[in-house]
């Protein structure tokens, strides 16, 4: 059973920094490309980031400088560091493998950017 665990969101002000960290078990971690994804309300999730197995990394254009997206293989985690936050960055955010699996969508973590 793929079981993904989003934390680390939270409240900050415009500028400020958040980690996102995000737990997998039940898939085969070490061979999966993993990525963020966020959605914000009235919006569809869109593609924030991913990482291959090997560490490379690509981003959406409108993260791309600010957020930093990482994975530790040993521990089965990915992580999304964010700097720079701009109030549109505004979402929930969840982690899956890419392309995204439908039945393994958690709960995610909420990000809220304040102006």
């Known amino acids: 059973q793929v079981q993904l665990v989003e934390s680390g969101g939270g409240l900050v002000q415009a500028g400020g920094s958040l980690r996102l960290s995000c737990a997998a078990s039940g898939i085969l971690f070490s061979v999966e490309i993993m990525a963020w994804y966020r959605q914000a309300p009235g919006k569809e999730r869109e593609l924030v980031a991913r990482?291959?197995?090997?560490?490379?990394?690509t981003y959406s254009d409108s993260v791309k400088g600010r957020f930093s997206i990482s994975r530790d293989t040993a521990k089965k985690t990915v992580y999304l560091q964010m700097d720079s936050l701009k109030p549109e960055d505004t979402a929930g955010y969840y982690c899956?493998?890419?392309?995204?699996?439908?039945?393994?969508w958690g709960r995610g973590t909420q990000v809220t950017v304040s102006s």
């Open positions: 990482v291959t197995p090997s560490g490379i990394t």
């Open positions: 899956n493998t890419f392309p995204s699996a439908e039945t393994s």
